[in-house]
């Protein structure tokens, strides 16, 4: 070194000193392992270590490689289940644990953006060169810190609105069987609905409807203020419930930002049945109609990410379909679903074969925080049309055979004399908002024409 330039002695002792520290450290060793068995969508390997949720790639005879998440584990065996097509995997094959974690790109690069259960867009738009990223599975806060429902939200559904009042950071369920327009109401929600940031969760459903309800539901100012995250029924159960827990750490993201966000996950049985194929290849045993019980602990784990944030901070307001099987509403998932969510719309094929739109059931349905983000009269009223609604209901098959007698029963007499009103108010056009105070003005303005008959208030 006596040959450099004075100056420059202090720059290449620098430069040797980070070499030195350099060779000190041991090198960073991966341990391979093999594939030994593949039955259906799962792979066994031995001879390498990972924890649960692990990143592993498995190479095939051509270099190419397929990447496995880690599910399971039994003595020195992992549980493998893809996340990409499996043709060219071979016995034997090498199994590279990466050491990697699930991360998904946030920022306000997403508006506009429909993304994969990884978080990668597939759209025609161009790469997301975010700066930040978060982890895909993220704890919930701590309920001690999140500030309590405590105002309505407006969803520009009449229905919702005046009978199944919606607070900012509520966790609703929409059951519907097939074909009953829940998808049509999640759209006039995702429209409608006073929110600075919507992300939309389409899960396990046919692939056909992700364009669908971008282009005819969302349209292009919907889209605007919309995140998209779709995990069709074609791609591996890994993905399936990856993609319900990017749409979810997508919206964290916008609630931690202080923004009001709208999530809505079609569907939340999809989810759970993605899982049960996943436990079920591992060798979980069924306990419920098929379904393992970690079935029934990964669906808190997902819905109680959503809610409000901490106080002054953000929310998100989630709605999850449940789709019940046969119209049956005591499917477990939907069951389970019940138990854990805030609230719960149940559409009724009856309403929507005669045509009325949309079909929620008044009687079946329950908002839980209605009554702390609504007033007494309000309430009062609310009531009252439910009393009327049911009244008329319970004896629908007298009165449609003639059985009846007019005047035998001033309840019904009302119910009868009501009901074409009550039906007119419970639909709605999908492509006509209505905001919150007008919805409850007009539910007053029906039950004070209802007490005004009767010549006393209720």
């Not at 290449?12 to 520290?21: E, G, I, K, Q, S």
């Not at 997301?128 to 982890?135: G, H, K």
């Not at 009531?383 to 609604?389: A, D, M, P």
Request: charged share 20%; hydrophobic share 40%.
């Amino acid at each position: 070194m006596q040959d450099l330039e004075p100056h420059r002695i202090p720059y290449w002792l620098d430069r040797l000193r980070r070499y030195r520290d350099r060779l000190q450290e041991p090198p960073h060793l991966i341990v391979e392992g093999k594939l030994i068995r593949m039955v259906g969508m799962t792979m066994e390997a031995v001879g390498c270590q990972a924890p649960i949720g692990a990143h592993c790639n498995v190479v095939a005879p051509d270099q190419s490689e397929v990447e496995a998440e880690v599910v399971g584990f039994a003595g020195d065996k992992l549980f493998l289940m893809p996340t990409g097509d499996l043709r060219g995997i071979v016995p034997n094959a090498r199994v590279i644990p990466t050491g990697k974690i699930y991360q998904v790109p946030v920022g306000n690069q997403l508006l506009g953006r429909v993304l994969d259960g990884h978080g990668l867009p597939i759209d025609d738009g161009p790469s997301l060169n975010t700066d930040e990223q978060v982890a895909v599975y993220a704890k919930p806060i701590n309920p001690l810190s999140r500030k309590p429902i405590d105002e309505p939200l407006d969803v520009g559904v009449r229905a919702i609105n005046a009978m199944l009042t919606v607070g900012r950071g509520q966790r609703m369920g929409l059951f519907a069987g097939s074909g009953v327009g829940k998808s049509v109401l999640l759209g006039m929600m995702t429209r409608f609905t006073e929110a600075d940031v919507v992300v939309v969760g389409l899960i396990g459903e046919r692939g056909r409807e992700v364009k669908e309800f971008i282009q005819n539901i969302l349209g292009k100012e919907g889209m605007k203020r919309a995140v998209v995250v779709a995990a069709p029924a074609d791609v591996p159960p890994v993905i399936r419930l990856q993609g319900a827990a990017t749409a979810t750490s997508i919206a964290e993201y916008f609630r931690d930002q202080g923004k009001n966000v709208l999530l809505l996950m079609d569907s939340l049985t999809r989810y759970a049945q993605a899982q049960r194929e996943i436990a079920l290849a591992i060798g979980e045993p069924p306990a419920t109609r098929g379904y393992p019980p970690s079935v029934f602990a990964k669906l808190p784990q997902l819905v109680e990410r959503a809610g409000n944030g901490s106080e002054g901070g953000g929310s998100i307001t989630a709605f999850y379909t449940v789709l019940a099987e046969g119209d049956d509403q005591q499917d477990p998932i939907a069951d389970a679903a019940r138990a854990i969510l805030d609230g719960h719309v149940v559409l009724s094929r009856d309403l929507a074969d005669a045509g009325h739109y949309p079909a929620i059931d008044i009687e079946g349905s329950i908002s839980r925080a209605m009554t702390e983000i609504t007033d007494e009269q309000h309430q009062v009223t609310a009531r009252r049309f439910k009393q009327l609604y049911s009244i008329y209901h319970q004896n629908q098959d007298l009165i449609s055979v003639g059985a009846y007698a007019r005047g035998s029963d001033p309840r019904i007499d009302e119910a009868i004399a009501m009901n074409p009103h009550l039906m007119q108010f419970l639909q709605q056009s999908m492509n006509q908002p209505v905001a919150f105070q007008e919805s409850l003005q007009t539910l007053m303005n029906l039950i004070q024409k209802v007490n005004g008959s009767n010549g006393a208030a209720d």
